[in-house]
Nanobody
Framework: QVQLVESGGGLVQAGDSLTLSCGSS????????MGWFRQAPGEEREFVAA????????AFGTSVKGRFTISRNNAKNTVYLQMNSLKPEDTAVYFC?????????????????????WGRGTQVTVSS
């Protein structure tokens, strides 16, 4: 069973920065567009960011645009989410995902249904 593993979550204060990482021992990341989603208690899963296979194209959710960046290191089979200027409303479980539904090098899927491989998530808590 393919498994993605997120790391780097934790408790931080508003205004702090945090970097999440996602890796896999079974999935070759270079073959997939990669994305990050988050889900707060009682809320639907929300798109955060995506990066294309080519690493050239990126997409961000409206609430994180300008504060978060996404990157990938295919040689290390790792994707990162750099989160700056964190706010209490960023508190959520953050999930890494890989989209195996298209071979395109340029797409940045933004819907959860576009992704078919998921991690179990890492908790990010931002205190005010």
């Amino acid at each position: 069973q393919v498994q993605l593993v997120e790391s780097g979550g934790g408790l931080v204060q508003a205004g702090d920065s945090l970097t999440l990482s996602c890796g896999s021992s079974r999935l070759t990341f270079s073959s997939y567009p990669m994305g990050w989603f988050r889900q707060a208690p009682g809320e639907e899963r929300e798109f955060v960011a995506a990066i294309s296979r080519s690493e050239i194209n990126m997409a961000f959710g409206t609430s994180v645009k300008g504060r978060f960046t996404i990157s990938r290191n295919n040689a290390k089979n790792t994707v990162y989410l750099q989160m700056n200027s964190l706010k209490p409303e960023d508190t959520a479980v953050y999930f890494c995902a890989a989209s195996g539904k298209s071979g395109s090098y340029s797409i940045t899927p933004t819907r959860a249904t576009d992704y078919n491989f998921w991690g179990r998530g890492t908790q990010v808590t931002v205190s005010s």
